[in-house]
């Protein structure tokens, strides 16, 4: 990618948020990234509604059985260049559903990962840091 | 119009003040309106720069063409409402700066050429073969039948008052000569319909439930990506800039002099700050709102403009 592209990236990374069967701590922590507190639009970071708007995937929870083929497919939707970010210890490890009979196994199994941001919920300020080290390995 | 040559045409439908001045004045009024959101909720906001960074990253992306969609539809429907926005902005500013040179019926021109971006994204949409678009696609379509009334309506106004012309060109000279229409109770009422349209035309908040986020993920444009969303995105940015200067052109004097820049600030801000203090109507009450709501007024302005009020 030339350097006006990855600057361009950089500077307004749309964010799709796949809620992959998480507990929804890591995904409330999520939505507090775009309340006037953390207010992320300050680095052009907005929340897209549609995976084909977006430049990088926050996944949170464990993957399993049930949710493993939607993963994949609404990764296969997004346009590439496209950024996965893990939020949260289920990503990183499975946390403490590593003994479950339907988990099957970390995710980057499945995906290329770029970024985990560990925490049971890890802190906004933690996953702003995620997303642009993410970018950055682009 | 006449007279010009075909490197001066070509000049001023694709740099001044076509294509890339309106692209550019239109992605800084993006800014404007994403800023004073922010400080309307109390946050900081984007840098000045952000349109631009995203229009930079969005052609940088793929553009994907959905499984099973009607490929080539799908590709050119978001090239029909950017075409009809550098058409409407030769159209306005020439009128505005030579308001004896346009032809006759260009009020009418313009007024067809305003229900192209809809139809575009409609025809997208419906292209597009994701459920979402087609809930959007109909919701936008009910939508415009519901606007465009009361919008018809209220230009109905100036014609009677400039005494029956229907070239932009009379009703800006009327307007010089006699005062704006606005300054008038039926020009209240009909400036404040055109409004609303406006609101309704540019999507924003109190109708924007055709692309509504929480409901529909983005509903008419949630297949589209990369360089194809971006004429979407050009196309809204530059009717921001457009829309106001039709207001102004009609109801308040035309704007070829330097009051055209705090009108145009005042309209701007007006509609800014209706789109963050309201929230999202349904279908069925943006339709009555329209019809049976504004629809009346329209009458109401339409009668006092004959009356001379």
């Not at chain 1, 006037?36 to 907005?46: Q, T």
Request: aromatic letters at 12%.
């Amino acid at each position: 990618m030339n350097k006006l592209g990855r600057w361009g990236l950089k500077r307004s990374p749309w964010v799709y948020h796949i809620a992959a069967a998480s507990c929804n701590n890591c995904d409330i922590e999520i939505l507090e990234l775009f309340t006037p507190r953390y207010d992320v639009e300050r680095f052009g970071i907005v929340l897209v509604g549609s995976p084909r708007h977006a430049d990088v995937l926050l996944v949170t929870g464990v993957l399993n059985r049930k949710n493993l083929p939607r993963v994949l497919e609404v990764y296969e939707q997004t346009p590439k260049p496209c950024a996965v970010v893990g939020i949260g210890t289920c990503v990183c490890n499975n946390h403490i559903f590593r003994n479950s009979y339907n988990v099957v196994g970390p995710y980057d199994k499945y995906l290329p990962m770029h970024a985990y941001v560990p925490g049971c919920p890890p802190k906004p300020e933690a996953m702003i840091a995620g997303i642009l080290k993410a970018l950055g390995k682009l | 119009m006449i007279g010009w040559s075909g490197w001066g045409l070509a000049f001023r439908f694709i740099v001044f003040p076509g294509f890339l001045f309106t692209v550019v004045i239109g992605l800084v009024l993006t800014w404007v309106d994403r800023f004073v959101s922010a400080r309307v909720q109390w946050r900081k906001g984007p840098k000045f720069y952000q349109p631009f960074a995203d229009l930079v990253k969005l052609f940088t992306k793929q553009t994907m063409v959905p499984k099973g969609s009607s490929k080539t539809v799908f590709l050119i429907a978001p090239v029909i409402g950017l075409t009809a926005m550098c058409i409407i902005s030769v159209l306005l500013f020439y009128v505005n700066f030579n308001p004896h040179g346009s032809f006759v019926g260009d009020l009418i021109v313009l007024v067809y050429l305003f229900s192209l971006p809809p139809l575009g994204t409609i025809i997208g949409a419906s292209a597009s073969r994701n459920p979402l678009s087609a809930v959007g696609a109909s919701r936008e379509m009910t939508l415009y039948f519901g606007y465009e009334l009361p919008f018809l309506l209220a230009l109905v106004v100036p014609v009677i008052k400039s005494g029956g012309a229907i070239r932009l060109g009379s009703l800006v000279m009327a307007q010089q000569a006699g005062g704006p229409f606005l300054y008038s109770v039926s020009g209240v009422i009909a400036a404040l319909i055109v409004l609303a349209s406006i609101q309704a035309k540019l999507g924003y908040v109190p109708f924007d439930i055709a692309d509504a986020d929480q409901e529909i993920m983005t509903g008419v444009y949630a297949e589209y990506s990369g360089a194809s969303l971006i004429m979407f995105r050009l196309t809204k940015a530059m009717m921001l800039f457009l829309l106001p200067l039709f207001l102004i052109t009609v109801f308040w004097g035309g704007f070829a002099n330097w009051w055209a820049i705090p009108k145009f600030l005042l309209i701007l801000l007006l509609i800014i700050l209706i789109k963050n203090t309201n929230p999202r109507f349904q279908i069925d009450q943006a339709l009555r709102f329209f019809w049976f709501g504004l629809g009346g007024l329209g009458v109401l302005a339409v009668i006092l403009a004959f009356l001379n009020l």
